[in-house]
């Protein structure tokens, strides 16, 4: 019975042009101090064009990773390994910038406990970040895995300086080449500026990883995702007991959306530019200064770089995106 229903939908599928191709991909997250990682997150684990890999946080609170934990288990991904950034901290959320926003992960770590793989704060059990990323690697298929930064670039600048060891016998530079096929960098500003995600934690550690990763790079700036608006309509309509919805509800308000950075990242990493993108720099490529400014150099030898642009309204984007977090939702929320 089973097996005959999978052979309809399969066909069905199939019939409407959709192939059941499901694309690698590792998220490496600041889950903490925005809420738009969790949208990232439920995005990431209810798409159905995404395999989850694996998700590295590359902002050390226990906070975070006991979030992440409970995210993955409530939305039905609990075998998906996590990683964390040493040393642990306990730091929380405080909005100093605008003093509007409100504090989620503690709150979505504790309150969905119950659907986490770890013991409540103990993230001992979670994965060293470069080695999950060289674990991982180092078991798929040459050329299938999407990396989606929507963070701090360190533990992609470690897995590039890291050496042969257990899973692997190439330096973490001829993982990369052998294995992913694109990074996805949500940071920067196009054609140059000053973004959080290159500056915010340790921007040589971003220049690194910018001015020297072996392969296609594309990045989504600032000024993307800022107006892209989105969250509101799942806090009036998600289902009651949804984690992100409670995530925005915390963070925003009720009926209050959200900057869509990383969803839009995340969404460009599964699907492509679809309707939904265009490219923006088409040759050329990026460079990191040491403090964290990027600017986009116009020659491109060598360089595999490029930056999006919307091809639809922002209003078009954040409904998009709005009704994909109400699939997701009631999704998980049935099965
Ligand atoms: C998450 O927890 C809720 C209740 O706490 C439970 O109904 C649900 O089955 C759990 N989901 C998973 C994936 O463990
Ligand atoms: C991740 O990046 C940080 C900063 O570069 C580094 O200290 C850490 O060793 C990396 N991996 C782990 C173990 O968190
Ligand atoms: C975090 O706080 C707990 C107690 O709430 C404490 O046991 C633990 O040592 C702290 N961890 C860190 C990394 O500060
Ligand atoms: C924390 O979890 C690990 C397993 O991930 C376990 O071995 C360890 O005993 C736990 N520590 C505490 C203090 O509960
Ligand atoms: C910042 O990143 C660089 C490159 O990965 C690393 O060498 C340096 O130790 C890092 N600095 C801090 C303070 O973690
Ligand atoms: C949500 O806010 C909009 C205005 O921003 C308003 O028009 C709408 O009625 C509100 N919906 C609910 C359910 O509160
Ligand atoms: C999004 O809104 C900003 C600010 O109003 C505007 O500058 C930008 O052109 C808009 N983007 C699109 C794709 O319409």
């Known amino acids: 019975m089973v097996w005959t229903l999978a052979l309809v939908l399969l066909l069905a599928n199939s019939a409407l042009g959709v192939l059941p191709f499901r694309k690698n991909i590792i998220i490496d997250t600041d889950l903490h101090s925005d809420v738009d990682d969790a949208g990232a997150l439920l995005l990431a684990c209810s798409h ?6 694996g998700v590295n946080i590359n902002y050390p609170s226990i906070y975070s990773g006991l979030a992440a934990s ?25 909005d100093d910038y605008e003093y509007v926003n409100g504090e989620y992960t503690s709150k979505v770590a504790y309150n969905w ?6 013991p409540w704060a103990n993230v001992s059990g979670t994965w060293n970040p470069v080695e999950l990323y060289r674990k991982l690697l180092s078991e798929q ?32 530079r001829q993982l990369v080449i052998e294995k992913v096929n694109e990074l996805v960098v949500m940071g920067g500003s196009y054609p140059s500026g000053y973004e959080f995600n290159f500056f915010g934690y340790n921007s040589t550690a971003a220049a690194h990883v910018v001015n020297t990763w072996p392969g296609a790079v ?31 509800t915390w963070y925003s308000g009720y009926n209050k959306s959200r900057s869509s950075w990383d969803p839009l990242t995340v969404l460009y990493a599964v699907e492509g530019l679809g309707r939904i993108f265009r490219v923006g720099g088409r040759s050329g490529h990026n460079h990191v200064y040491p403090d964290g400014r990027n600017v986009w150099r116009s020659w491109s030898n060598g360089w595999s770089h490029h930056y ?7 209003e078009t984007a954040g409904s998009i995106l709005d009704e994909k977090f109400i699939e ?6 049935y099965c």
Do not use: C, M, W
Request: hydrophobic share 40%; charged share 15%.
């Open 48 to 53: 159905p064009g995404v395999k989850l890999l």
């Open 70 to 94: 409970s995210l993955l288990g409530y939305y039905n991904h609990a075998h998906v390994p996590l990683g964390l950034k040493r040393p642990f901290t306990n730091a929380t959320f405080f």
């Open 113 to 118: 406990r119950h659907n986490a793989s770890f």
């Open 141 to 172: 298929e040459d050329q299938t895995v999407t990396i989606a930064s929507i963070g701090f670039l360190d533990n992609l600048s470690d897995l590039l300086s890291s050496q042969p060891d257990t899973y692997s016998p190439l330096t973490g």
């Open 218 to 248: 594309t990045f989504i700036g600032d000024k993307v995702g800022h107006y892209v608006l989105s969250g509101a309509r799942l806090t009036i309509e998600g289902p009651e007991r949804d984690p992100v919805r409670a995530a925005y």
């Open 308 to 314: 999006l642009e919307l091809a639809v309204s922002n």
């Open 328 to 333: 997701g939702a009631v999704g998980a929320a």
